[in-house]
């Protein structure tokens, strides 16, 4: 057996599909089954077994799998270890962030990362919450930034911090005052669409107190959403970074949701790949750029 098979391997029995797999790893379905079933022969036995839903462990493929996470982590770790002869990390980190976030932080997150690890490679995602936990667990991204997340024994997720939620209208002269829920539900919201986590949140909180939100447009993309608020087009339910990061801040006002509408900012990792030393590191970055920014 060789390295590419085990990670071939991998991934399918994460993924549950030979499908799945083959379009994340960006290989053709039958060579990747060709590869799977060289291992099943030189092992003597199944692993896998395909049914119409798609593929489910062995006996024999759950001991496999169990071995071939640590044997694909000693490998990463052994080039890291490498790297670190020269005095650096190396290796590459796949980073997702929500688009509310990512125009704020990109520049100084890239920034930092070169600055502290600058033999290791970078690649940064958009994306919507639900969709980079997606990503998490088929291996696409190694770490992102998720709104509203829970831990399942796929992802471990690590609260960062809490966004107060605000409902931003066009501003007409009128200063920000409180607003309760039932205002926030009569108002004529542009929201994202479902799986959005802030919408999600919004949607659960005004069910819970009997109420339900009046969306007069989806829209997917921040941006877009408050250029329509400041036409006068609706409302929009959004943290405060949402505005100092437009351009049309000084035409919207963003009044206080009571009680308080509370957004929760954490890091979602794999649980079932351990972190590599330069990921670890990454994180730590994150961290640290997310703490200074709330000073």
């Known amino acids: 057996m060789d390295l590419k098979q085990l990670e071939y391997f991998v991934r399918v029995a994460e993924l549950g599909s030979f499908t799945r797999a083959s379009i994340v790893l960006d290989i053709a379905q039958p060579a990747l089954s060709r590869q799977i079933r060289l291992l099943e022969v030189e092992l003597h036995q199944n692993i896998l077994l395909r049914n119409g839903r798609g593929v489910t462990l062995t006996e024999a493929g759950k001991v496999l799998l169990e071995h071939s996470r640590g044997i694909l982590h000693q490998v990463e770790r052994a080039r890291e270890e490498v790297g670190r002869v020269r005095g650096a990390l190396t290796g590459r980190v796949a980073v997702g962030l929500p688009p509310s976030l990512a125009k704020r ?9 070169r600055e502290r690890l600058p033999d290791a490679s970078l690649c940064i995602r958009e994306g919507l919450s639900m969709t980079m936990q997606e990503s998490i667990v088929s291996g696409r991204l190694d770490i992102a930034l998720v709104y509203n997340a829970t ?10 911090l ?6 931003i209208r066009r501003a007409e002269g009128q200063l920000p005052r409180p607003v309760p829920l039932d205002e926030v539900a009569a108002s004529p919201l542009i929201a994202p669409s479902r799986p959005n986590a802030i919408r999600m949140l919004v949607e659960s909180t005004l069910a819970n107190a009997g109420l339900r939100p009046r969306i007069v447009l989806e829209i997917d993309g921040v941006t877009a959403i408050l250029d ?5 087009a609706g409302c929009a339910v959004l943290s405060r970074n949402a505005i100092s990061t437009s351009d049309k801040g000084a035409q919207l006002v963003a009044h206080p949701i009571t009680p308080p509408l509370m957004s ?9 790949r351990p972190a590599t030393a330069t990921q670890a590191a990454m994180q730590d970055i994150i961290r640290e750029l997310l703490a200074g920014s709330k000073h």
């Open 105 to 113: 932080i990109t520049v100084p997150l890239t920034r930092a990362f």
């Open 151 to 160: 831990p399942t024994p796929e992802i471990d997720i690590q609260p960062l």
């Open 162 to 167: 809490d966004e107060e939620l605000f409902l």
């Open 228 to 232: 329509l608020v400041a036409d006068g």
């Open 264 to 272: 929760r900012l954490s890091i979602a990792v794999s649980a079932q």
